[in-house]
C-alpha cells in the first residue's frame, strides 16, 4: 500500500522504535511508516489502517508492538477474532496485562460475554492502573447488559473513579455508560443528570452525550446544510412551475 511522501517512520514512539531495532535498518523503516499510517487511520478510516497493518503483520510478525498494532486494526472493523489472536500473541511476548480489557471485550464482540466477565474476575485485573481498571469496569458493564442483566450493570459501574470530580481520560466515557445504563432500567432523571456530567469532562468530544442530552430534552435539531438544500429545490419547484404556467399562457 502506498505511504505518503510526508511520512518517515519517525512519527512513532520510542518504545515501538526501540522493538525495532531487532530488524535490519530497511526493513524497520517500512515497518516504522506501516504503523505510523494505522495510527493515522485507526479512527477515521478503519479499512485502510487495517490494510496496512496487514503489511507491518507480514514484515514483522514477530515484532510486539506490530501484533499489537494489527490487533487494533482488526478491532476496529470488528474483526474480533483476528484481534483477539493478535493481543493474545503480543501479551505472549511482552507478558504485559495492559490489553486484558480490550481481549475482554473482544470476547464480547464474539457473542461470549460471560467470557468477559470471568476475565474482570482474573488476578489480571489487580495489575493494571487506574487507566486500565476502568476500562475493565466498562467491558465488565458492557458484558452485564449483554447478557440481560441491565440492574447489575448499573452497580458494576459505581466506584470511587465515577464518584470523582476530578476529570481523567476516561471520565467522560465512564459517565456516559453510567447515564446510559440508568437510562436502560428507566432512571431518566438520573441518566439526564450523568449524561450532562458526561458532556462537561467530554472536553475532546469523544462521546454523543450532548445529543443525548437534547433527545432526552425533546430537542430536535434540524441540519442548516440541509435547509438550504430544501429551500433550492422549492425554489426550483417554483421555476418550473412559473415557466410551465408562462407556456400554459402563451398556448392560450
Not at 535498518?25 to 496487514?54: C, Q
Not at 460475554?113 to 475493565?136: F, H, I, N, S, W
Amino acid at each position: 500500500m502506498p505511504i505518503p511522501e510526508d511520512v518517515t517512520g519517525d512519527e512513532i514512539d520510542k518504545d515501538v522504535r526501540q522493538e525495532l531495532l531487532s530488524l535490519p535498518k530497511t526493513l524497520a523503516e517500512d515497518v516504522a511508516k506501516n504503523l505510523v499510517m494505522v495510527a493515522k487511520l485507526l479512527d477515521e478510516e478503519p479499512e485502510r489502517a487495517y490494510g496496512y497493518s496487514r503489511v507491518a503483520l507480514r514484515l514483522a510478525s514477530r515484532v510486539a508492538a506490530v501484533r499489537e498494532a494489527a490487533g487494533f486494526a482488526a478491532y476496529a472493523v470488528g474483526k474480533y477474532s483476528e484481534a483477539l489472536a493478535e493481543f493474545r500473541a503480543a501479551r505472549r511476548m511482552t507478558g504485559s496485562v495492559e490489553l486484558w480489557p480490550v481481549m475482554a471485550d473482544c470476547e464480547r464482540g464474539l457473542g461470549r460475554p460471560e467470557k468477559a466477565l470471568a476475565m474482570a474476575g482474573e488476578p489480571e485485573v489487580q495489575k493494571l492502573d487506574r487507566a486500565g481498571q476502568v476500562e475493565m469496569r466498562l467491558v465488565a458493564a458492557g458484558a452485564r447488559r449483554d447478557m440481560g442483566q441491565a440492574d447489575a450493570a448499573v452497580v458494576t459501574l459505581q466506584s470511587p473513579e465515577l464518584a470523582s470530580s476530578a476529570v481523567h481520560p476516561w471520565t467522560a466515557r465512564l459517565r456516559y455508560a453510567y447515564a446510559d445504563a440508568l437510562l436502560e432500567v428507566g432512571r431518566e432523571d438520573d441518566a439526564r443528570d450523568w449524561f450532562a456530567r458526561a458532556l462537561e469532562a467530554d472536553q475532546g468530544g469523544t462521546t454523543d452525550a450532548s445529543d443525548r442530552l437534547a433527545e432526552l430534552d425533546g430537542v430536535e435539531f434540524t441540519d442548516a446544510l440541509d435547509e438550504s438544500e430544501a429551500d433550492e429545490a422549492e425554489g426550483d419547484e417554483a421555476g418550473d412551475d412559473g415557466a410551465q404556467g408562462e407556456e400554459g399562457a402563451a398556448q392560450g
